[in-house]
């Protein structure tokens, strides 16, 4: 069933789709396409991961003795999520546990996401409530793969990402899904990442220790995307070595499970826990500028 919504505002449009709450379509004001359009080389748009960002050691959720299997980035993006509201300018989604949920995660929660267009900007709010009686213990991220390059025709390699602070800090790299125990040197040059297929080769670049909260990704002309976001303190960087045309700009909050990490699913470094009644909010806008750098 294709169930989506589209939104609209002067300089933008957005569209969602009811399964996994995606955003599906994002077209800058001249119609062109900014965001992958599930390819062969990755069958998905920007899927939302929770309750797990990354990967469990062995899939598996334990909790007050029990095993749960939890597969790579949870389960949020492969459900349906219900419509609250849809207008011309905004929607909203929900997803509460239920049976498909239970046998994986065994916490009571609402997950809600809204989408809003103002002028050239996408802003997307995620409100995790607990509705259970004992701590939430969940991470959340974004996914979103944009085209690479965004202006067809251009070169891969004359794009990159600015952002508006240096970035020395060391970044983290995953072996067998894993958080590696030892730190990389950043291929960040003061505040500016090259963009090239190699800095793929070993997977996505995580930064874990960000001075920024946004970044703009831009190429030497045609259209630019801003980023930015709040609530979430990780980003991740992502495509397939392979020269597949996306780049997938990742704000996170939560990581992987650190190789070695052998404890309790709320003790796993990396999440939220949200106490009882209470909602974490998270925020993240996508503005979509003009020429580039």
């Not at 826990?273 to 979509?288: F, K, S």
Request: proline content about 8%; glycine content about 10%.
């Amino acid at each position: 069933m294709n169930d989506t919504h589209t939104i609209s505002a002067g300089g933008i449009m957005a569209t969602i789709k009811a399964d996994g709450a995606e955003l599906c379509s994002l077209q800058a004001a001249d119609g062109l396409e900014l965001l992958w359009q599930a390819g062969p080389a990755w069958p998905r748009h920007a899927p939302w991961l929770f309750p797990i960002v990354g990967r469990l050691a062995n899939d598996e959720l334990r909790h007050r003795g029990q095993s749960y299997r939890l597969t790579q980035h949870g389960f949020a993006r492969d459900l349906r999520f219900q419509w609250l509201e849809r207008t011309g300018r905004s929607c909203i989604l929900r997803l509460t546990d239920n049976a498909a949920t239970r046998p994986r995660y065994p916490f009571g929660f609402g997950l809600d996401i809204t989408y809003a267009v103002t002028a050239a900007c996408l802003d997307m709010t995620v409100g995790i409530a607990n509705t259970g009686e004992e701590a939430l213990p969940a991470s959340f991220g974004a996914h979103p793969a944009f085209n690479w390059p965004l202006l067809p025709g251009a070169r891969k390699e004359s794009y990159s990402l600015i952002f508006p602070q240096p970035e020395p800090a060391p970044i983290r790299r995953l072996s067998g899904g894993l958080i590696r125990t030892e730190a990389e040197p950043s291929p960040v040059q003061g505040a500016v990442l090259q963009l090239a297929e190699r800095l793929f080769e070993a997977d996505a670049v995580i930064l874990d220790a960000l001075a920024s909260r946004s970044v703009r990704y831009v190429g030497p002309s045609g259209p630019s995307l801003e980023i930015a976001w709040s609530g979430f303190r990780e980003l991740g960087i992502w495509s397939k070595p392979s020269g597949a045309p996306f780049l997938c700009i990742e704000p996170w909050r939560g990581f992987a499970s650190p190789a070695g990490f052998d404890g309790a699913f709320s003790d796993k470094p990396g999440l939220m826990l949200i106490a009882p009644g209470e909602t974490e909010t998270l925020q993240y806008r996508i503005t979509v500028g003009g020429q580039g750098a």
